[in-house]
C-alpha cells in the first residue's frame, strides 16, 4: 500500500515540506504516479515511525535531527571535494563509515558500451587498492539490473540464488556481503558504487538502505560535477599549451631553415618539438641520420604519472622520411600529434630545400 505525502505526514507528525525534502534527498524512497506525485510505500513509513516513536513530537525531532546531521555532514564532505581523486577516497570513507563495512568499489558506466570499469577502490582506513577491472553488464547480472532499474541489490555469498558469476569473484576475495548501488544523474545511471563487507553476511535495514541511497545519489552529483570540472580544466590548460606551442614552432621555423646539414635540421627539429611539446625527449631521424634533444631544463621534473607515452610522426623527405619519436611523461593532449607532424613537415622541407 501507497500513502501521499499528506498522509505519511500526519502518519509521522511531521509537514508534508519535510516529506518532501526527506523523498527529494533519498532519505525516504518514493515512487511517482503518472501525474508526478509522490507516493510512499506504508512500510517504510511504518518503519521510520517505530524508529522515532511514532507522533511522539521530541523523539521524532531528534530522529530527524540525527539523520539529518548525518546527510549534511556527508553533503559538505563530498560537494565540498572538486578532485576527482579526492571526491572518490571521500565517498568511500562516507560509505564505508557509514555502513561498517571494509571495502568500496567506485566504478564509471559508459552507455555507449556498456560497460563498466573500476575507478578507485579504497579500504576502511582510507588505502587504495589497484583495481582495473572491467566488464560489461552482460557479465553480471545484478550489476545490470542496478545500473538498467537503479536499484540497490545485496548479495550475500551463501545465498544459492544469488548470481554465480558474482559469487565466485567474493569467493575468491574472501567478500561475505557485497552492496551494489547505483549512480544515478538526472535519471541515468553513471556507475555503481559497492559495498563489502569481509567479515559477515548482511541484512541492510531501511534506515541504512535510505542513507546509503542518499549518499549514492550525492556521489553522482559530486562525480558528475567534478568530472566537468576536471575537464574544463584540462580543456584551459589544452589551449594555453597549445598556444605555447605554436609560438615555439613558429618562431623555430627560420631555425630549421638556417641549418646547412642534415644532422644539424635534425637536432633543431628535435630541439624545437621537446620544448614546444614539453616532451621529456625527441628524437629525430633521416638518412641515416639522427639526433635527440631534451625538453626539460634544469630544475623541471618530469610528469609522475608513471608512465612514459610516445608518440611518432613522419614526413617524406628525398628518398626517405623524416621521423620524429616524441616521449612524453603524461598522456597525449589534444593536437600535439598533429603539432609533431608539422615540425616533422618542416624539417623535411628544411632538408629538401638544398641548403642542408
Same mark, same amino acid.
Given at each position: 500500500?501507497?500513502?501521499?505525502?499528506?498522509?505519511?505526514?500526519?502518519?509521522?507528525?511531521?509537514?508534508?515540506?519535510?516529506?518532501?525534502?526527506?523523498?527529494?534527498?533519498?532519505?525516504?524512497?518514493?515512487?511517482?504516479?503518472?501525474?508526478?506525485?509522490?507516493?510512499?510505500?506504508?512500510?517504510?513509513?511504518?518503519?521510520?515511525?517505530?524508529?522515532?516513536?511514532?507522533?511522539?513530537?521530541?523523539?521524532?525531532?531528534?530522529?530527524?535531527?540525527?539523520?539529518?546531521?548525518?546527510?549534511?555532514?556527508?553533503?559538505?564532505?563530498?560537494?565540498?571535494?572538486?578532485?576527482?581523486?579526492?571526491?572518490?577516497?571521500?565517498?568511500?570513507?562516507?560509505?564505508?563509515?557509514?555502513?561498517?563495512?571494509?571495502?568500496?568499489?567506485?566504478?564509471?558506466?559508459?552507455?555507449?558500451?556498456?560497460?563498466?570499469?573500476?575507478?578507485?577502490?579504497?579500504? $576502511?582506513?582510507?588505502?587504495?587498492?589497484?583495481?582495473?577491472?572491467?566488464?560489461?553488464?552482460?557479465?553480471?547480472?545484478?550489476?545490470?539490473?542496478?545500473?538498467?532499474?537503479?536499484?540497490?541489490?545485496?548479495?550475500?555469498?551463501?545465498?544459492?540464488?544469488?548470481?554465480?558469476?558474482?559469487?565466485?569473484?567474493?569467493?575468491? $576475495?574472501?567478500?561475505?556481503?557485497?552492496?551494489?548501488?547505483?549512480?544515478?544523474?538526472?535519471?541515468?545511471?553513471?556507475?555503481?558504487?559497492?559495498?563489502?563487507?569481509?567479515?559477515?553476511?548482511?541484512?541492510?535495514?531501511?534506515?541504512?538502505?535510505?542513507?546509503?541511497?542518499?549518499?549514492?545519489?550525492?556521489?553522482?552529483?559530486?562525480?558528475?560535477?567534478?568530472?566537468?570540472?576536471?575537464?574544463?580544466?584540462?580543456?584551459?590548460?589544452?589551449?594555453?599549451?597549445?598556444?605555447?606551442?605554436?609560438?615555439?614552432?613558429?618562431?623555430?621555423?627560420?631555425?630549421?631553415?638556417?641549418?646547412?646539414?642534415?644532422?644539424?635540421?635534425?637536432?633543431?627539429?628535435?630541439?624545437?618539438?621537446?620544448?614546444?611539446?614539453?616532451?621529456?625527449?625527441?628524437?629525430?631521424?633521416?638518412?641515416?641520420?639522427?639526433?635527440?634533444?631534451?625538453?626539460?631544463?634544469?630544475?623541471?621534473?618530469?610528469?609522475?604519472?608513471?608512465?612514459?607515452?610516445?608518440?611518432?610522426?613522419?614526413?617524406?623527405?628525398? $628518398?626517405?622520411?623524416?621521423?620524429?619519436?616524441?616521449?612524453?611523461?603524461?598522456?597525449?593532449?589534444?593536437?600535439?600529434?598533429?603539432?609533431?607532424?608539422?615540425?616533422?613537415?618542416?624539417?623535411?622541407?628544411?632538408?629538401?630545400?638544398?641548403?642542408?
Amino acid at each position: 500500500m501507497y500513502l501521499s505525502v499528506q498522509l505519511a505526514a500526519r502518519r509521522l507528525g511531521v509537514s508534508p515540506h519535510t516529506i518532501r525534502r526527506w523523498t527529494a534527498s533519498g532519505f525516504l524512497p518514493c515512487t511517482r504516479t503518472a501525474g508526478g506525485h509522490r507516493r510512499i510505500k506504508q512500510e517504510d513509513i511504518d518503519e521510520l515511525s517505530h524508529l522515532i516513536g511514532g507522533r511522539n513530537h521530541l523523539a521524532a525531532r531528534l530522529a530527524r535531527e540525527r539523520e539529518l546531521e548525518t546527510l549534511v555532514a556527508t553533503a559538505i564532505a563530498v560537494s565540498s571535494q572538486l578532485d576527482v581523486t579526492a571526491l572518490l577516497r571521500e565517498v568511500a570513507k562516507q560509505m564505508t563509515t557509514l555502513l561498517d563495512a571494509h571495502l568500496c568499489v567506485i566504478s564509471d558506466y559508459d552507455p555507449a558500451t556498456r560497460r563498466v570499469a573500476v575507478r578507485a577502490e579504497y579500504d $576502511d582506513v582510507g588505502n587504495r587498492h589497484q583495481d582495473t577491472m572491467t566488464y560489461t553488464l552482460s557479465q553480471f547480472p545484478m550489476a545490470r539490473r542496478a545500473i538498467e532499474d537503479h536499484e540497490s541489490i545485496t548479495i550475500n555469498v551463501s545465498d544459492p540464488h544469488a548470481d554465480p558469476a558474482e559469487v565466485a569473484i567474493m569467493r575468491r $576475495d574472501g567478500d561475505k556481503c557485497l552492496l551494489i548501488l547505483p549512480m544515478v544523474h538526472q535519471g541515468q545511471s553513471i556507475g555503481l558504487i559497492e559495498v563489502l563487507d569481509h567479515q559477515r553476511e548482511r541484512k541492510f535495514g531501511r534506515q541504512e538502505m535510505r542513507l546509503a541511497n542518499a549518499v549514492a545519489a550525492q556521489a553522482a552529483v559530486a562525480v558528475h560535477n567534478a568530472t566537468v570540472f576536471a575537464q574544463l580544466t584540462r580543456s584551459d590548460k589544452d589551449v594555453l599549451a597549445l598556444r605555447h606551442a605554436i609560438e615555439t614552432i613558429s618562431a623555430g621555423y627560420a631555425t630549421l631553415h638556417d641549418q646547412t646539414t642534415v644532422a644539424a635540421v635534425l637536432q633543431a627539429a628535435a630541439e624545437v618539438a621537446a620544448r614546444a611539446l614539453g616532451a621529456i625527449s625527441c628524437v629525430a631521424s633521416c638518412c641515416g641520420e639522427s639526433a635527440g634533444a631534451s625538453g626539460l631544463r634544469p630544475g623541471d621534473q618530469a610528469a609522475q604519472s608513471g608512465t612514459a607515452h610516445v608518440i611518432v610522426s613522419s614526413a617524406p623527405c628525398r $628518398d626517405g622520411e623524416v621521423a620524429l619519436t616524441l616521449t612524453l611523461g603524461g598522456d597525449a593532449g589534444d593536437g600535439q600529434a598533429e603539432l609533431l607532424g608539422l615540425i616533422a613537415t618542416m624539417a623535411a622541407g628544411a632538408i629538401a630545400s638544398g641548403r642542408s
